[in-house]
């Protein structure tokens, strides 16, 4: 072999070792610093409420801070934008849910690019979105509310965080599939829409059980029916949509993670592994199925798919409804 073959192998190593040194340097160096978790909602919410969680668990793990900031506005884009336009360094995170995939249906134009803007990284706690009620109220079971509804169109109010959210949507589905007409009453947040129930200013509200089970623990609200094929664990006397009479099995709500598209591929592995991790604990397991949840994970490709398959199905259901985009 050649001195001047050795030199080159030599000089391919140096430049190979300076190219992926940056990376590695990048995780190991990560978190060095506040990591700011932007929640477009306001507080309380659903996503708020299981976000706060997980960057809890994560300032454990990583003994770095990580921080949420809420900045509610146009439906999640105005938070959703600011986190879009942050450096991709590892430090500004996006918080969302099943909502952020309806977000090309309910605008004509985004202030992001929706497909390009945001790498997903992690979704977790899969939870049942549930129609809840005050604990007094007159309503008893999903039947009794829907026969009045039938009886009485446009006379039975419930509430969201806002038109073009999950919950809004979620609830004009249901009525679709009931064949009655309810009328909607939005809110600031799901927050909000949650104490109207609570002062009888509104009748229900189909929300995730990740933000209801405080009150229907705490005995002020109840559940007559939730999403999915199968009863919780936590609540076995609260039928299915479809046990309650509705061909309908609603929609599962998730939270999940985003970074910035460009922050760094050995920083999102490691943000990856530590949700992993998170949801792994016994501690976040317990705090998921308190939640009426499922306390499961999903890495970025599953995740993408996941949102891809979400988006689409959300197209459909808005396409039912009179909703005109914004």
């Known amino acids: 072999m050649t001195s001047h073959s050795l030199s080159r192998r030599a000089l391919?190593?140096?430049?190979?070792?300076?190219?992926?040194a940056p990376a590695a340097m990048a995780a190991d160096a990560w978190p060095s610093k506040p990591v700011r978790i932007v929640v477009p909602y306001a507080p309380g919410g659903a996503v708020d409420v299981v976000t706060r969680k997980m960057a809890q668990k994560l300032t454990e793990q990583t003994g770095q801070s990580f921080f949420v900031e809420n900045r509610a506005g146009g439906t999640g884009t105005i938070g959703?934008?600011?986190?879009?336009?942050?450096?991709?360094?590892?430090?500004?995170l996006l918080a969302n849910d099943t909502t952020y995939s309806l977000?090309?249906?309910i605008f004509k134009k985004l202030p992001f690019d929706y497909a390009n803007d945001l790498v997903p990284v992690g979704a977790y706690v899969f939870a049942p979105m549930g129609l809840a009620v005050h604990a007094q109220s007159r309503f008893k079971d999903l039947r009794g509310l829907l026969a009045e509804a039938k009886a009485n169109p446009g006379k039975i109010t419930y509430g969201s965080g806002g038109a073009g959210t999950t919950p809004h949507f979620a609830s004009e589905a249901l009525g679709i599939a009931a064949g009655v007409k309810l009328m909607h009453v939005p809110f600031k947040g799901a927050a909000e829409a949650t104490q109207a129930v609570l002062s009888n200013t509104i009748d229900l509200q189909i929300a995730s059980t990740t933000g209801l089970m405080g009150n229907v623990r705490g005995g002020k609200m109840r559940l007559l029916a939730i999403s999915g094929d199968k009863r919780l664990a936590a609540l076995p006397d609260v039928p299915t949509f479809r046990e309650a009479g509705v061909p309908w099995n609603g929609v599962l709500n998730w939270t999940g993670l985003w970074a910035p598209k460009g922050t760094p591929p050995?920083?999102?592995?490691?943000?990856?592994?530590?949700?992993?991790?998170?949801?792994?604990?016994?501690d976040m397991k317990s705090f998921a199925e308190g939640m009426g949840a499922e306390p499961?994970?999903?890495?970025?490709?599953?995740?993408?798919?996941?949102?891809?398959?979400?988006?689409?199905?959300?197209?459909?259901?808005?396409?039912?409804?009179?909703?005109?985009?914004?």
Request: net charge positive; aromatic share 6%; proline share 4%.
């Open 103 to 105: 977000l090309p249906h």
């Open 296 to 326: 499961r994970q999903v890495g970025s490709e599953a995740f993408a798919r996941m949102l891809k398959e979400s988006t689409e199905a959300w197209g459909k259901v808005v396409a039912s409804t009179a909703f005109e985009r914004q």
């Open 80 to 92: 959703t934008l600011q986190a879009a336009k942050a450096e991709p360094d590892g430090y500004t």
């Open 266 to 282: 050995a920083v999102l592995a490691r943000l990856q592994k530590e949700i992993a991790t998170a949801m792994a604990t016994p």
């Open 12 to 20: 391919l190593a140096l430049v190979a070792s300076l190219v992926l």
